[in-house]
Structure formats: C-alpha cells, structure tokens
C-alpha cells in the first residue's frame, strides 16, 4: 500500500459526460502529481500541484482541470469526454520533487 | 517522439534467464528512476540514480546509469516468475520535479 488513495477504482461513462477523480495524497506530503497511462502512449505528466498551487504543466487538454485543496487532496475535472479519453489515470505524491508514490489509479472508460 | 526510448518494448523469456531492458535519450538527466507496475496498480520505485556511471543492486537486479546520463539499463539475473510485470524508467531534468516516462518493457518470465 503506497499511502496514495484514488476513488473511483473504475468509472464508465459517455461521450460529452464530465467526471471529477480524487487524490488523496500520502500523509505529509505536499506534492500531488496526475498522469494519464494509454497503452499507445504510455504514462504521461498531466498535471502537478505543490501546497494548493500549481507547479508545474505538462500535456493536459483545455477539457482537463485540476485543484489541490487546502486538506491537500487532490481532483482532475474530465470534462466533454471523448472516446479517445479512456485511459488509466495515476496520482502520485511526494514531499516535494523526492521519491514519488503512485495510488493504484481510477481505470475511465468513455463508450 | 518520446524523451525516453525502451527497448526491447516486449520480453518473454524462462525462469533462470538473465536479461537486459534498456532505457535510452538524447537528453541529459539530473536522475533516472525505475519502476515496475503490476497489473491494477500504480508504478512501484525500485531504484533512482543519480551520478553518470553509478550502478545500483537490489539483489538479482542491477541498474547502471550511463557516464553521460542519457541512459539507463536493467540487468536481472536468473529471473523469476515473480520478476513479471512493466519496467519503467522515468527521468527528471534540470530543476524539474515531474517525471518523464518511457512506454516501458513489459517483462513475462515463465516457470
């Protein structure tokens, strides 16, 4: 158990639907990191969030948002979703840029 | 085009085999890190190294990083079925905290 807790496990849901993920980070640490794994493209930096601001952006869409709250968890906004979207979704934190715990991820399906 | 480049991309080989993944750029990095991701779960730290040259063992495993630190590999030594699962390497430049992933070498050791 890495200490990083992601709800939902799995989610369904259709074409042009909005969904919200949640990241709750290991106790203590401050930052919050949102990857989006694909089989063709492998895991890729979405998002990271450092105490309630945000760090650092990597290939997020304009349809994607994301938040750190002030008890420091975290939720990535999946709005207007494609089939393309479906992917397995990873949070990880870490005390700040050290070694990184992954959460076992939010596995999203768009039909 | 990915940042980092894994070969070989699959690998199937009998219990008591040894075997070299590779993890490889053009880019330097401050430090290399690996994973290994079982299915359903979220990448696990094996390893992170962070000197060119450096070699790092874990019992049957040895990770080297490059003396230009663009590259990485993995040897394992009479892998076991337990050994199975995706390889991952990830790097971070510079002043960055987030990690860049390479698409993995998904391992499958046979009894």
């Known amino acids: 158990d890495s200490g990083v807790t992601q709800t939902p496990k799995h989610l369904i849901t259709a074409t042009g639907q909005r969904v919200t993920l949640r990241c709750s980070p290991r106790?203590?640490?401050?930052?919050v990191y949102w990857y989006q794994q694909s089989l063709d493209q492998g895991l890729q930096f979405l998002i990271q969030?450092?105490?309630?601001?945000?760090?650092a952006k990597g290939n997020i869409l304009e349809r994607f948002s994301a938040q750190q709250f002030p008890d420091l968890h975290s939720e990535l906004n999946l709005s207007s979703l494609e089939l393309g979207d479906s992917a397995l979704y990873f949070c990880?934190?870490?005390?700040?840029?050290?070694?990184?715990?992954f959460g076992s991820g939010t596995r999203l399906t768009v039909v | 085009t990915q940042l980092l480049e894994q070969s070989p991309q699959f690998l199937s080989i009998q219990e008591g085999e040894n075997l070299t993944v590779y993890c490889n750029s053009s880019?330097?990095?401050?430090?290399l890190q690996w994973y290994r991701q079982e299915p359903g779960e979220g990448p696990v730290l094996l390893v992170t190294?962070?000197?060119?040259?450096e070699v790092k063992k874990l019992k049957r495993l040895t990770f080297q990083f490059g003396d230009a630190r663009k590259d990485s590999s993995l040897h394992i030594t009479a892998a076991q079925p337990g050994d199975t699962g995706l390889y991952l390497c990830?790097?971070?430049?510079?002043?960055?905290?987030?990690?860049?992933f390479g698409k993995g070498t998904k391992l499958t050791v046979n009894p």
């Open positions: 190294v962070v000197t060119g040259g």
């Open positions: 990880a934190s870490s005390v700040r840029g050290g070694r990184a715990y």
């Open positions: 969030y450092y105490n309630g601001e945000e760090r």
């Open positions: 880019s330097v990095f401050s430090s």
């Open positions: 990830a790097g971070v430049q510079g002043g960055s905290e987030k990690l860049v």
């Open positions: 106790s203590g640490d401050l930052s």
